[in-house]
Antibody, heavy 119, light 106 residues
Framework: EVQLVESGGGLVKPGGSLRLSCAAS????????MSWVRQVPGKGLEWVGR??????????DYAAPVTGRFTISRDDSKTTLYLQMNSLKTEDTAVYYC??????????WGQGTLVTVSS | DIQMTQSPSSLSASVGDRVTITCQAS??????LNWYQQKPGKAPKLLIY???NLETGVPSRFSGSGSGTDFIFTISSLQPEDIATYYC?????????FGQGTKLQI
């Protein structure tokens, strides 16, 4: 059974940093593309970015609002996905989900972790 | 970015009703469209991929159709457990983009 468990969310001040983790199990993590999706409470879904598997180049892509501030990485030895968030803004407040990404099909999701950016 | 427009934004229906949600893309996305269900307090769940393919384990009362710019999601006979918000999502181009969601109520 695929399991994705996010952690690392919390309260941070504007301009601050936070690193989210997503522990994966139940599938061959090293072969998987992974994405992060966020959701402002009570609002819709917004794709944040993705990382390809190392065999597919390990490259990353980001949505415009986070480009230059967020970095997605992976540690295949720990089957863990990361989202490093710097220069946080109040508009980054959201629940952050990690997902498996089958070339656009976001087919397994974690439970999400809440990030609140507030002074 | 490709804009995805869903309608209606909310919908009230009765158990047993046939429910239809539409999703329109701002440009041709072929069949690169998925549908998700999100129940309150839960993560989204993939129901339909490539516009019309049912994800494994998803009840057959759910279906999808369309290609190009216009897509339809249907629940053939609404069940109480189908109360949720439904989202379409395109993956023809990055960034992936979602519709604004359709909140389904009974």
């Amino acid at each position: 059974e695929v399991q994705l468990v996010e952690s690392g969310g919390g309260l941070v001040k504007p301009g601050g940093s936070l690193r989210l983790s997503c522990a994966a199990s139940g599938f061959t993590f090293s072969n998987a593309w992974m994405s992060w999706v966020r959701q402002v409470p009570g609002k819709g879904l917004e794709w944040v970015g993705r990382i390809k598997s190392k065999t597919d180049g390990g490259t990353t892509d980001y949505a415009a609002p986070v480009t230059g501030r967020f970095t997605i990485s992976r540690d295949d030895s720990k089957t863990t996905l990361y989202l490093q968030m710097n220069s946080l803004k109040t508009e980054d407040t959201a629940v952050y989900y990690c997902t498996t990404d089958l070339g656009g099909h976001l087919d397994s999701w974690g439970q999400g972790t809440l990030v609140t950016v507030s002074s | 970015d490709i804009q995805m427009t869903q309608s209606p934004s909310s919908l009230s229906a009765s158990v047993g009703d046939r429910v239809t949600i539409t999703c329109q893309a701002s440009q041709d996305i072929s069949n690169y469209l998925n549908w998700y269900q999100q129940k309150p307090g839960k993560a989204p769940k993939l129901l339909i991929y490539d516009a019309s393919n049912l994800e494994t384990g998803v009840p057959s009362r759910f279906s999808g159709s369309g290609s190009g710019t216009d897509f339809i999601f249907t629940i053939s006979s609404l069940q109480p457990e189908d109360i949720a918000t439904y989202y379409c999502q395109q993956y023809d181009n990055l960034p992936y983009t979602f519709g604004q969601g359709t909140k389904l109520q009974i």
